[in-house]
């Protein structure tokens, strides 16, 4: 392997992407809506639920038919503490998971259905580098930056939800294991399924809108993993995020496999 060579095109991806608005304006928009607006949002929402003379007893009676390893996690917090705990340390876990698959997928739309866009992908392909170099090259270029910008978003956020909710909760309660476990095995692996499901879709697509398009369907299991939490069908705790980082990786690597199979260059270059 050419590591030299598939850090120069790695290089030359992420310089892209920082010139391209279109990409890069999701990447900044959406973690700061969910790191910052968000906890603040939930911090004060017992403060307004209160002066307007409402109050949380729906909240209350959902939280007494969740499973009873999540009503003992919330065990000693009155229901003004309890709300900002549900949203933020366990309502937000499974969205949190969108800004990787966001970050990977966007950029791995324009690596590879935007060089064919940018009518730049015929003089890469002709690179003297190999096939399993170049999709080697293609996969860090959308990677690297997806858990970049997510462990700098957990950061930020870790930060904002102690800040938002110290009024409340009178201590230092962000992050807790789950959250760790969360961020440093699922996160990883929920970028790269971004890229794999992006992988199959951008070699077919003729350009980044199409690609990313098509490949918004994999924030659905995100979706359903919320859905799941509010139904009271499960919670995040240590098992789950450890058996759900476990999945992903395998999906990960039949995706990847996949995508190394249809990453032929003589295929791609017959479509320029």
């Known amino acids: 392997m050419n590591w030299r060579a598939i850090f120069a095109i790695v290089r030359k991806d992420l310089k892209v992407v920082l010139q391209n ?27 307004l639920v209160n002066m307007a003379g409402a109050s949380f007893d729906e909240l209350d009676k959902l939280i007494a038919h969740m499973p ?8 000693g917090f009155n229901l ?18 969108i800004i990787p698959l966001m970050v990977a997928s966007v950029i791995a739309a324009d690596s590879f259905a935007g060089e064919r866009e940018r009518k730049t992908l015929e ?42 909710g110290w009024s409340v909760m009178g201590q230092i309660f962000f ?19 971004g890229i794999g499901v ?6 077919r697509a003729q350009g980044f809108q199409d690609a990313y398009q098509m490949g918004s369907v994999v924030v659905v299991p995100v979706l359903l993993l919320v859905f799941g939490q509010v139904s009271g069908v499960m919670y995040f705790n240590i098992p ?21 199979r249809s990453f032929q260059r003589g295929k791609l270059i017959a479509r320029v």
């Open 240 to 260: 789950v995020v450890l058996l759900l980082g476990l999945a992903v990786w395998l999906l990960n690597g039949l995706l990847l496999w996949l995508g190394n």
């Open 198 to 203: 992006m992988v199959l879709v951008s070699l």
């Open 80 to 97: 003004d503490q309890k709300v900002i705990v549900f949203f933020l340390v366990y309502m937000l876990a499974p969205i949190f998971l």
């Open 175 to 193: 992050p807790n294991l789950m959250w760790l476990a969360l961020v440093f095995w699922v996160v990883p692996a929920a970028a790269g399924l």
């Open 68 to 75: 009873a390893g999540f009503q003992v996690s919330l065990a």
């Open 123 to 164: 003089a890469l392909l002709y690179s003297p580098t190999t096939d399993l170099e170049l999709f080697t090259a293609k996969l860090m270029s959308a990677w690297l930056p997806a858990i970049g910008v997510s462990l700098i978003g957990f950061l930020l956020y870790s930060i904002m939800v102690n800040a938002a």
């Open 21 to 47: 608005k279109g990409v890069l304006l999701p990447i900044v928009i959406i973690p700061l809506a969910l790191f910052v607006v968000l906890p603040w949002m939930a911090a004060f929402a017992p403060r």
